[in-house]
């Protein structure tokens, strides 16, 4: 039974460029959260996808957006990378309405360097 | 909001010792907790869940207690190896069904 895959597992760009994350969940999850997690800190939330809408957001610009597509997996997108955005990029995926009973699963994340 | 602190940040300790790694939440209103073991870099392995009903989880030579009233919760690692070095984080889950993350507790096992 495979877990959460994140795709790709390193990404290098340029500041004021765009990226995409990739996640997809563990077998019989629908809801998908992304985190980041800078350097020396703990993972912080950046939203929560369930059934293809973002349920709640964490303290995160609009340039971070998403989507969740009706295979539960999801992507995350930043739009004019800053230094700043450099970090693990992490996604957790719970199965709804029993996700608080069950805990939460987390992928190996994305290492995002900005240049 | 809630807040989240581990005691202690860093920890350097011999193989076979046994070890307390303590978590601290500010809002007690929690559904569960989870312990996650990260390796450098890697992501998150979930270790413990303890759910609020309950007041301790045991795996093998992990042990981990909650005390919900007091916003506390308790890893307990038995007769350490150098294989358990890594970060151990902390994440109660509330109203919101989000986990919350501490900073973690660095964790040096040396042989």
């Known amino acids: 039974d495979a877990g959460v895959t994140q795709s790709p597992t390193h990404l290098i760009k340029t500041r004021g460029q765009q990226v995409t994350l990739r996640c997809s969940p563990k077998s019989g999850h629908d809801t998908v959260s992304w985190y980041q997690q800078a350097l020396g800190q703990g993972p912080q939330f950046i939203f929560q996808?369930?059934?293809?809408?973002?349920?709640q957001r964490g303290n995160f610009p609009d340039r971070f957006s998403g989507h969740q597509f009706p295979n539960y997996s999801s992507e995350l997108n930043v739009n004019a990378l800053l230094l700043g955005d450099s970090a693990l990029y992490l996604c957790?995926?719970?199965?709804?309405?029993?996700?608080?009973?069950?805990?939460?699963?987390f992928g190996s994340g994305t290492r995002l360097t900005v240049v | 909001k809630q807040e989240v602190t581990q005691i202690p940040a860093a920890l350097s300790v011999p193989e076979g010792e046994n070890l307390v790694l303590n978590c601290s939440f500010t809002d007690s209103a929690i559904y569960n907790l989870q312990w996650f073991r990260q390796d450098p870099g890697k992501g998150l392995t979930s270790l413990l869940l303890i759910q609020s009903s309950q007041r301790e989880q045991t795996s093998g030579r992990l042990n981990a207690s909650l005390d919900k009233s007091s916003g506390r919760s308790t890893l307990y690692i038995a007769a350490s190896q150098p294989g358990d070095s890594a970060t151990y984080l902390c994440a109660p889950t509330g109203g919101s069904y989000i986990p919350t993350f501490g900073r973690g507790t660095s964790l040096i096992v040396h042989p």
């Open positions: 996808y369930y059934e293809e809408e973002e349920r």
């Open positions: 957790a995926s719970s199965p709804e309405g029993v996700g608080s009973y069950y805990g939460y699963t």
